[in-house]
């Protein structure tokens, strides 16, 4: 009877243990699955940018710096997303959001482009992207979080030491992002 329960409770252990393993994993591909939604909505604006930058073209013939800025941001995003350099990402957001700032600003000095449907199409559409955006990276965020106290927390340090289980970096921008916008010095651009 003793050898019976001794083995009765190496299994309920081991079983332990195993859903630990298990649950450590399905955490690792949570932050995989909140990565990949978030590449997608990279793409979709990457993809969105030039057609909004073309239309920008024909009206803001004296604003090619601003629309230069943009497609150099464009192109770091872009970068950083293909090899999943978290914190180069954040730079980089912070620059193509700063250039759309100063674009936006910069529109209302072409009351034709501003009337342009392609381009209030475009502008809508790109507003939705970084909002959806912003929705993801905090539910990337959230996952990270989640999966980064579980690899330190007893008794999961101890499945996470043995099966290497990193932790995963968050998704941040720069503090100049955190601050207040002022309306008005976007406009004095």
């Given at each position: 009877m003793?050898?019976?329960?001794?083995?009765?409770?190496?299994?309920?252990?081991?079983?332990?243990?195993?859903?630990?393993?298990?649950?450590?994993?399905?955490?690792?591909?949570?932050?995989?699955?909140?990565?990949?939604n978030i590449d997608v909505l990279l793409k979709q604006r990457h993809d969105e940018?030039?057609?909004?930058?073309?239309?920008?073209?024909?009206?803001?013939?004296?604003?090619?710096?601003?629309?230069?800025?943009?497609?150099?941001?464009?192109?770091g995003v872009a970068q950083a997303r293909e090899k999943h350099d978290i914190p180069a990402l954040g730079v980089a957001e912070q620059q193509l959001r700063t250039?759309?700032?100063?674009?936006?600003?910069?529109?209302?000095a072409y009351?034709?482009?501003r009337a342009n449907?392609?381009?209030?199409?475009?502008?809508?559409?790109?507003?939705q992207l970084e909002n959806d955006i912003a929705d993801r990276r905090e539910y990337y965020n959230d996952s990270v979080n989640i999966n980064n106290v579980r690899i330190e927390q007893f008794p999961?340090?101890?499945v996470a030491n043995a099966f290497h289980f990193q932790p995963a970096q968050l998704l941040e921008f720069d503090s100049?992002?955190?601050?207040?916008?002022?309306?008005?010095?976007l406009f004095q651009r």
């Open positions: 003793p050898l019976i329960i001794f083995f009765a409770l190496i299994a309920v252990v081991l079983v332990y243990f195993v859903m630990l393993y298990n649950n450590l994993v399905a955490l690792k591909h949570n932050i995989s699955r909140a990565w990949s940018l030039p057609k909004l930058v073309e239309t920008c073209k024909h009206y803001m013939q004296f604003e090619s710096e601003t629309l230069e800025k943009i497609m150099l941001a464009r192109n250039g759309l700032g100063s674009l936006y600003a910069t529109v209302e009351p034709e482009l449907m392609q381009f209030q199409n475009l502008a809508g559409r790109i507003t999961d340090v101890i100049h992002e955190k601050q207040d916008v002022s309306v008005g010095a």
